[in-house]
C-alpha cells in the first residue's frame, strides 16, 4: 500500500505515516526512491506518547 491509502486506513494523516516509517516503526515498510511501500498486513503500531499528564509541570517539581 502506498502512505496515502495507508493514512486512509488507519485515519492518520499521511506525514504522519513518513515520519512512523522513517522511524522504523511499521514492520515491513520499504522505500523505493522518494515512495514508501507498507505491506497491507502491516499493524497500526502502538501510540507512544505520554497521555497520563505525568509530565505536566514538570518544572515546577
Do not use: H
Request: net charge positive; hydrophobic share 35%; with cysteine.
Amino acid at each position: 500500500m502506498t502512505i496515502k491509502e495507508t493514512a486512509e486506513l488507519w485515519g492518520l494523516s499521511p506525514r504522519w505515516i513518513q515520519t512512523l516509517c522513517s522511524d522504523g516503526k511499521i514492520d515491513g515498510a520499504v522505500k523505493f526512491g522518494r515512495a514508501w511501500a507498507i505491506p497491507s498486513d502491516a499493524n497500526r503500531p502502538k501510540d507512544s506518547r505520554v497521555t497520563t499528564g505525568e509530565y505536566r509541570n514538570w518544572r515546577k517539581k
